[in-house]
């Protein structure tokens, strides 16, 4: 399969929305691109632990699986502010069919030598290829859904990309990690989904230019849509990273503990559909102010349930789906104000405050919990609060 040439240029050119009226031709791009959000995610969760485990099976420590870990962040940080230049100079089919096959390419190499040195270059380009799926996969499906769908779909797009999150540590599992197979078997993966973009239902806007020269300035254009990601990320690294812990120091069992996390993730991939859903017949302003509420209010709840188990399960469910339903319905309504160019830039910045998030949030839960045995539901309900103000002061923007 080779790139996009000339001969499909018009093809590219057609507009950058669907009529409702043809839900046919609406719903193949629509299936194709959410189906990218679950291949990302499937990258993510195999990933990880493929790779965390097999450093462990060799000897090395937890600085170095850090260390390890980083290059891949890193690789996302870095191609962050060239998304727009990229998005404009080969457009979005062209370049996540390139970074598809790139990646896939990338995973092929892990398996051929002995030493672990290369890994480091190669996860560097893993994770700027799976920055480039990630954004414009995103940001093309946000511009080609009709606002009074939008909610649904950017909901059910992060809903598949939980499920391969969750799913890559389960096909692990079944193919195990000694051998090839789970580098070939998910390269084969991503090898599939480049030969889908180029499907010819899917069809794409003319590149087009962001109007600011400058990624900067897009901060005061989306500063809810930006903020929204960087509480995601920071709460999102810090829950998984400690709640289990957090519920252990409360009295659990380890295994109880794990099943709270568990069942916290699962209701960020259940609820986001039907917020979405909610956000297409309501104000998406006020949803958010709403959800960013009941995610301050059920934090706060966190010491007073810990205890009764019963209690701490539905709690932890409910909290995470209007939680990370914020991203959701701030990303929709950042893509029925902004189109092209303009919306590929917010998403490069959003994927820089993620970047950032990521970082930062691990560091300042674990200062929080050594300052108080309940610090990780005080930091959560304090961020989760601030953001809530957000949008009543923010009045004319995303």
């Known amino acids: 399969m080779s790139c996009p040439d000339t001969a499909n240029t018009m093809k590219d050119r057609m507009p950058d929305h669907v009529s409702p009226s043809n839900p046919r031709i609406q719903f193949r791009p629509t299936a194709t691109l959410t189906f990218m959000g679950l291949v990302f995610g499937l990258v993510m969760g195999l990933g990880a632990p493929l790779f965390t485990l097999d450093l462990a099976d060799r000897g090395y420590g937890a600085s170095m699986v850090a260390a390890n870990s980083m290059m891949q962040a ?15 100079y080969l457009g979005p089919r ?8 790139g990646a896939g390419m990338t995973l092929l190499l892990f398996p051929l030598g002995h030493s ?25 499906l946000n511009q080609i859904t009709d606002n009074h769908a939008r909610g649904r779909v950017m909901g059910l797009y992060n809903t598949l990309l939980f499920v391969g999150i969750a799913m890559g540590p389960a096909l692990l599992s079944l193919t195990g ?17 480049a030969t889908l973009t180029q499907a010819p239902w899917m069809v794409v806007p003319p590149p087009a230019a962001p109007t600011r020269h400058r990624l900067w300035r897009y901060l005061a254009l989306a ?4 903020t929204a990601t960087l509480l995601i990320a920071m709460l999102d690294a810090a829950a998984t990273s400690f709640l289990a812990l957090y519920a252990i120091q409360s009295g659990w069992s380890e295994r109880a503990a794990t099943l709270l996390l568990s069942v916290m993730l699962l209701g ?15 104000n998406r302003r006020a949803l958010q102010i709403i959800l960013a509420l009941l995610a301050c209010g059920g934090a706060l709840l966190w010491p007073l349930v810990m205890h009764q188990p019963v209690l701490a399960y539905p709690l932890m469910f409910v909290w995470d789906g209007a939680f990370a339903s914020l991203y959701s319905v701030a990303m929709a309504a950042a893509g029925n104000r902004y189109r092209d160019g303009d919306l590929i830039a917010i998403y490069a910045l959003c994927s820089l405050a993620w970047g950032l998030g990521s970082f930062t949030g691990p ?9 108080s045995p309940h610090g990780l539901a005080l930091f959560a309900a304090t961020l989760c609060g601030l953001f809530a103000l957000l949008p009543l002061i923010l009045k004319k923007s995303v």
Do not use: H, K
């Open 74 to 88: 890193l690789g996302a940080l870095g191609i962050a502010p060239f998304m727009p230049r990229l998005a404009t």
């Open 94 to 101: 062209r370049a996540i069919f390139l970074a598809l096959m």
């Open 116 to 140: 672990i040195w290369p890994w480091f270059p190669l996860r560097v380009l893993l994770g700027a290829f799976c920055e480039v799926i990630l954004v414009l996969s995103e940001s093309w």
């Open 177 to 193: 990690r000694q051998g090839n197979l789970p580098f070939f078997g998910t390269a084969a993966l991503l090898l599939l989904a």
């Open 223 to 226: 500063p809810i849509a930006i």
């Open 268 to 282: 960020a991939t259940v609820m986001q559909v039907p917020i979405g859903w909610i956000g297409d017949r309501t």
């Open 363 to 371: 560091a300042i839960s674990a200062a929080a919990m050594q300052a």
